[in-house]
């Protein structure tokens, strides 16, 4: 067994499937096939499980994986600290960050950071659904939930607010919702995951947590959008409230049950990142720089996220 058989399994598990493997080798699927047959035939065991979609490592394929990754990790940051040494950062980052709260916290502090560091290249996604970080390619994922996963690394952000709020004209018109139940007969502009009803849980005081199915008569991923929906008076909006903050400070939006505590997808911002890897100069540097920027300017400020207190 040498580096290169244990790259081989490395790749192989990383992306998941053969066919991946063999495009990010450049090899045909048959030849990856074959020399992982080759690998299990020296070792004398099974490594993989193979499936129709994926992969799967046996006991021994994970321990020697863990040491295949290992000898990676330290081959690339002898290499960075040949390449880099006495340049500026360089490198590039693919960031995955929500619509909404990438759009309207994220925005500055990536342009910051490209300024600060213009050799770095961005390559920012905008997109809400949480898939797998390897399969796609993406070195940091932002998203808000309630546990996230155990197999990433978590760096909480802080905790998100929602707020219910609708239009002045539409307020004045057709009136607000009282309580939390009153959203189920409401025309309700949010987000939602295709498939799955959209259940608002609604705190109040010490009381009993309430849930609420809601039927969003407008629907989007792109909270740009849902914020224009809300202030064009098609109905009372539920979103975090960094989206729609201003608007309410100026007046143009009033806020509904404000006495309640409003979660939908879950109220952890988590950023999200591969373990047990060896993290390149430019991305151990973003990472460092968006919890700097989010403990910076979530301490206490309205329309953005409250810190955790667990």
Request: hydrophobic share 40%; glycine share 8%; charged share 25%.
């Amino acid at each position: 067994m040498d580096t290169k058989s244990l790259t081989l399994l490395v790749e192989i598990l990383d992306a998941g499937n053969l066919s991946e493997a063999a495009r990010r080798l450049k090899m045909t699927r048959a030849n990856v096939s074959y020399h992982l047959s080759q690998l299990e035939r020296s070792v004398g065991m099974q490594l993989v499980r193979r499936t129709t979609r994926r992969v799967e490592p046996t006991e021994i394929g994970l321990k020697l994986y863990k040491h295949g990754r290992s000898i990676q990790d330290e081959l690339a940051a002898a290499r960075e600290s040949i390449e880099t040494l006495g340049k500026t950062p360089q490198g590039k980052v693919r960031l995955s960050v929500p619509s909404g709260y990438g759009q309207f916290v994220m925005t500055p502090w990536l342009l910051e950071f490209k300024k600060t560091y213009p050799d770095i290249v961005l390559d920012v996604l905008f997109e809400n659904s949480v898939e797998d970080l390897l399969r796609d390619e993406v070195d940091i994922a932002v998203r808000i939930m309630s546990e996230p996963p155990q197999h990433l690394v978590a760096r909480e952000l802080g905790q998100v607010r929602y707020v219910a709020c609708a239009s002045r004209d539409y307020a004045e018109s057709r009136g607000l919702p009282q309580r939390p139940e009153d959203l189920a007969g409401t025309p309700v502009i949010s987000a939602a995951v295709i498939g799955r009803p959209l259940r608002l849980s609604a705190y109040y005081g010490g009381q009993p947590r309430q849930h609420v199915v809601l039927e969003p008569t407008v629907i989007s991923r792109n909270y740009a959008f849902l914020r224009d929906a809300i202030r064009a008076g098609l109905g009372v909006g539920v979103v975090p409230d960094y989206v729609v903050h201003e608007d309410i400070a100026r007046g143009e939006l009033v806020p509904a049950l404000t006495d309640w505590r409003l979660s939908i997808f879950g109220r952890g911002m988590y950023m999200l990142y591969m373990p047990n890897r060896h993290h390149p100069r430019a991305l151990a540097m973003i990472i460092e720089f968006i919890l700097e920027r989010a403990q910076r300017q979530h301490e206490g400020e309205p329309g953005l996220l409250a810190i955790s207190s667990g």
